[in-house]
């Protein structure tokens, strides 16, 4: 079965939101595997547990918009869930880089989704339904947040992966700094030569 073409500006609201609720719903499946693959790396299974349930709280918003424009949530396969579940949850399964590549595509993945608020924002915003707006504003600042958070963690996972996390700070490896080698010492001005050295 295949979506149906919107015939009005509500129903178009409605086909994005139940776009958006499949997005979420796919998240959600794919985050309680990336919950598995984190073992062994606290910060992210916290930060992917938060994920979670900040993406269930998000699916269930959109379903009280879908409630509240009189409609259900779609039971036809979303193009749009079906794209996102799929690109996410094989891509990294064979990987043993697979914790920060895990990151790498939810990143991504989290910047989908403030655009696709993005969108329903001004759809609803066009047809005066301010309260879908303010509810896709709030799903959207929170995505914007958690897009943020992985990647201000990104460098002490690729740290943590690398295994030398406890001997050399994730801060020091985001500088710049060469993993497991101390910095440089600065030059000596005008270092007087030794007599016989040249």
């Given amino acids: 079965m295949t979506e149906k073409r919107p015939r009005t500006t509500n129903d178009l609201v409605l086909a994005w939101l139940n776009n958006a609720l499949a997005m ?3 998240l959600a499946v794919v ?3 990336r919950i598995a693959d984190a073992k062994g790396f606290p910060a992210v299974e916290q930060m992917d547990r938060q994920h979670l349930a900040e993406t269930l709280e998000h699916a269930n918003r959109v379903k009280q918009c879908i409630a509240r424009l009189g409609s259900k ?3 036809v396969k979303s ?18 880089d697979e914790v920060v590549k895990n990151c790498l595509v939810d990143h991504a993945a989290e910047q989908f989704e403030v655009a696709s608020y993005a969108a329903l924002i001004a759809a609803a915003n066009e047809i005066g339904d301010t309260k879908t707006a303010e509810i896709c504003e709030q799903n959207m600042r929170e995505d914007q947040a958690m897009a943020e958070r992985i990647m201000a963690g990104l460098p002490a996972v690729v740290a943590a992966h690398l295994g030398t996390l406890t001997e050399f700070p994730a801060g020091r490896a985001a500088s710049g700094e060469l993993m497991g080698q101390p910095a440089a010492p600065a030059p000596m001005a005008d270092a007087a030569v030794p007599q016989g050295a040249e």
């Fill in 73 to 75: 949530p779609s039971t």
């Fill in 24 to 26: 979420e719903n796919a």
């Fill in 79 to 96: 193009m749009v869930g079906t794209i996102f579940g799929t690109v996410q949850a094989p891509m990294t399964g064979l990987a043993k």
């Fill in 31 to 33: 985050l309680k595997h």
